[in-house]
């Protein structure tokens, strides 16, 4: 219980400090909604509400590096939480208006059912679809990684993997300061 309140702590601090420095940085506050278990049999919990940030390094570069975090309720129904980076190859659309980015997200992680909440590795494969005000991120685990951390074929062999969905949100629109792209026409503009 008190690793969780320190956990919750680290975030609200982290937003404490983005919003002191987020009128010059790419700063997003990430919603964590919904797990799809692919070909599962057993009832998981698919509603994975929870919250956490996401803060982006050159993201007018073609290769955007973040670090992210957040808590959220798991495919078990118990609160579980990660911290990472994650570093993505940026694919621009229709004047860079939208944009498209795949690549891997590493991190390490507590949850009740892995080694009692000790923290753990993984690296996973994700993707965004967005623009500069919202996105949604969707991270993979294939099946034979949630076996090895889970074991959960024990429980439902038929399930072959986990996509996790979140959806991103500029800090600008909750008043932590605005997105550097908005700075920048703000100081041409004088």
């Excluded at 390094?57 to 495919?75: E, L």
Aim: charged share 20%; hydrophobic share 45%.
């Amino acid at each position: 219980m008190i690793r969780h309140a320190a956990v919750v702590l680290v975030i609200i601090s982290a937003f404490s400090v983005a919003r002191t420095v987020s009128a010059q940085s790419d700063w997003g506050v990430v919603v964590n909604g919904h797990a799809v278990h692919v070909n599962a049999e057993k009832h998981w919990n698919e509603d994975n509400w929870g919250l956490g940030f996401e803060k982006e390094f050159n993201s007018s570069s073609r290769w955007v590096a973040a670090a992210v975090a957040n808590g959220f309720k798991d495919s078990m129904d118990e609160p579980s939480y990660m911290a990472g980076a994650s570093i993505k190859r940026r694919f621009r659309m229709f004047s860079d208006h939208l944009y498209f980015d795949a690549g891997i997200v590493a991190f390490y992680m507590t949850r009740q059912d892995v080694r009692h909440n000790e923290p753990f590795p993984g690296a996973l494969p994700a993707v965004t679809f967005g623009s500069r005000r919202f996105a949604v991120n969707v991270t993979y685990m294939p099946g034979s990684v949630v076996d090895d951390v889970t074991h959960a074929n024990k429980v439902d062999p038929a399930m072959r993997g986990v996509f996790f969905i979140q959806l991103k949100l500029d800090a600008s629109l909750f008043g932590f300061g605005g997105h550097r792209a908005a700075g920048t026409v703000a100081q041409t503009t004088e």
